[in-house]
């Protein structure tokens, strides 16, 4: 026969017991006092021998109960295993309701304990052993709604990892936060104010009980009313106002950037359920994040963000005007041809690098990835204050930076600007955001045109003419040319450090 085993660990066994033993120990005590010297006992023949006897089976009682109470107490704690679904749900049951099953067995005690002491001092006075019993069930109650609230404390650990898997679900046989509280406002209020009441009835219905006896009667009913009501109430709140204060601390956290905070779901009523849901809401908000960086990585972060502005996808888009760069490899297909694929997508990956930071750091994006080559716009989706010169800044940075960082290849660089159609193409269901107008083909013409000249950058001269007086004076206008595909003449321009030298320059050179 397979043997049984603990839900909890020892530290908590341990707690556990020490709970149960003092705030057992401790109410008994209490009552005992109560019972003895405070409360009326009405005529007794010999008041001495009632009290020693009642002391002596008092601690006999305690001796008896209080290792039937461990070891039983014990035993709701143990099962003996079985299918894993069956074995996790027993044990999930077992540790939610640990405390309810350890108040059982108190409450058991106390009763059998009240039963006996009634039993035992009937035989002096029916007055006496009501007023004994009463007072011990009165005990009885608020000692273990204290335990009741302490053993809760002590489980949480534990039932934060059998709630970890199954998260509590509304659907529960638990209390809830309503019929909790009420549960220990009776606790911790009504119980003592019922034993004040029964007192004043006990001096109504006898009316031997001296004034002075009454109102000592009356303070140490309401004394001990008063500690054991702030002990149940203290320890309800905590228990509402802990979770709460976790959650509130978490989304603290969120509000900061921190999307890996997470609550640790230890309680079985609905604050159970609100810091489950609040696992639940911080994960969603990771994946959305998760999915938002990967649009922004295959779109442009720009794009994405005007995309999550927008809400509505509309088709279609508006004349802006725009700086656009284009870059392209020579030579792309010998080194496909001379070279293995996982060498060249390395090397692509190198270069691409390269462009994406040196765009991203001019306020433009890269709008597509056309095999070997790059599109690049500047002044949208975002406006910017000088697109052309942001392109054109950008340009001469990639071919120095790609000249020095990616030295295995080599790649032409065209820059254009002027007014383009930005905006999303192609259908609801698949479209992507670009620009479409004489800027894009100009700028793809003149990176074929690039491949072929020192420094391997040409511009047209709008776009320098459109650029800021900084970055166009470092610029050099040249010839005028046709490019392919194109009936308009562009006159090219280019870095003023690979510019030719100017013909009055190079007579005097050739003078000297």
């Not at 059998?162 to 009776?186: D, E, K, N, T």
């Not at 508006?318 to 010998?334: A, Q």
């Not at 692509?348 to 890269?366: I, M, P, Q, T």
Request: charged share 20%.
């Amino acid at each position: 026969m397979a043997r049984s085993r603990w839900v909890i660990d020892w530290p908590a066994r341990v707690a556990l017991a020490s709970v149960v033993v003092f705030a057992n120990v401790g109410g008994a005590a209490v009552v005992f006092v109560l019972a003895a010297w405070v409360l009326p006992e009405g005529p007794l023949p010999d008041p001495t021998r009632v009290r020693v006897l009642n002391l002596v089976a008092f601690g006999a009682y305690l001796l008896l109960a209080l290792p039937i109470g461990l070891v039983w107490g014990a035993r709701r704690f143990r099962m003996r295993p079985g299918e894993p679904d069956a074995e996790q749900r027993r044990e999930r049951r077992m540790v939610l309701y640990g405390p309810l099953r350890l108040v059982t067995v108190q409450a058991v005690l106390w009763v059998l304990g009240a039963a006996v002491f009634v039993l035992l001092n009937l035989q002096y006075s029916t007055r006496l052993a009501i007023s004994v019993g009463e007072t011990i069930v009165l005990g009885g109650i608020t000692t273990c709604a204290l335990a009741y609230l302490l053993s809760e404390r002590i489980l949480r650990r534990t039932a934060a990892r059998v709630l970890a898997a199954h998260p509590p679900r509304p659907r529960r046989a638990l209390p809830g936060i309503v019929v909790r509280s009420l549960l220990f406002w009776a606790l911790g209020t009504g119980v003592p104010v019922v034993g004040l009441m029964l007192a004043a009835v006990s001096a109504l219905v006898y009316s031997d009980v001296p004034a002075d006896r009454l109102a000592v009667i009356v303070l140490a009913i309401g004394g001990t009313a008063l500690g054991a009501g702030l002990l149940v109430t203290v320890g309800a709140a905590r228990a509402v106002a802990d979770p709460v204060n976790a959650v509130r601390r978490a989304m603290r956290r969120v509000e900061h950037g921190e999307l890996d905070a997470t609550v640790t779901v230890y309680d079985g009523t609905e604050l159970g359920q609100l810091q489950s849901g609040f696992n639940t809401m911080v994960a969603g908000l990771r994946e959305r994040e998760r999915i938002r960086d990967l649009f922004g990585r295959h779109v442009g972060r720009e794009v994405a963000r005007a995309a999550a502005a927008a809400g509505e996808v509309r088709l279609g888009g508006e004349v802006r005007r725009v700086g656009v760069l284009f870059v392209d490899l020579v030579g792309s297909t010998s080194l496909t041809a001379e070279r293995p694929p996982e060498e060249v997508v390395a090397l692509l990956n190198r270069f691409f690098a390269v462009v994406v930071e040196v765009v991203e750091e001019h306020g433009g994006w890269v709008n597509k990835f056309e095999g070997d080559a790059a599109l690049a716009v500047f002044g949208a989706p975002v406006d910017g204050a000088d697109p052309a010169g942001c392109a054109l800044a950008a340009g001469r940075v990639l071919a120095a930076r790609l000249a020095a960082e990616v030295p295995d290849v080599a790649a032409g660089i065209g820059i254009s600007a002027g007014d383009a159609v930005a905006g999303n193409v192609g259908d609801v269901r698949r479209f992507e955001y670009t620009v479409i107008g004489d800027p894009v083909n100009e700028a793809a013409r003149l990176t074929d045109l690039a491949k072929t000249v020192s420094g391997r950058v040409l511009a047209a001269a709008r776009a320098v003419d459109m650029a800021g007086a900084d970055e166009a004076a470092r610029w050099e206008l040249g010839d005028t040319t046709v490019l392919r595909g194109r009936t308009e003449p562009t006159r090219l321009a280019v870095p003023a450090e690979h510019a030719p030298p100017r013909r009055d320059e190079a007579a005097t050179t050739g003078s000297g």
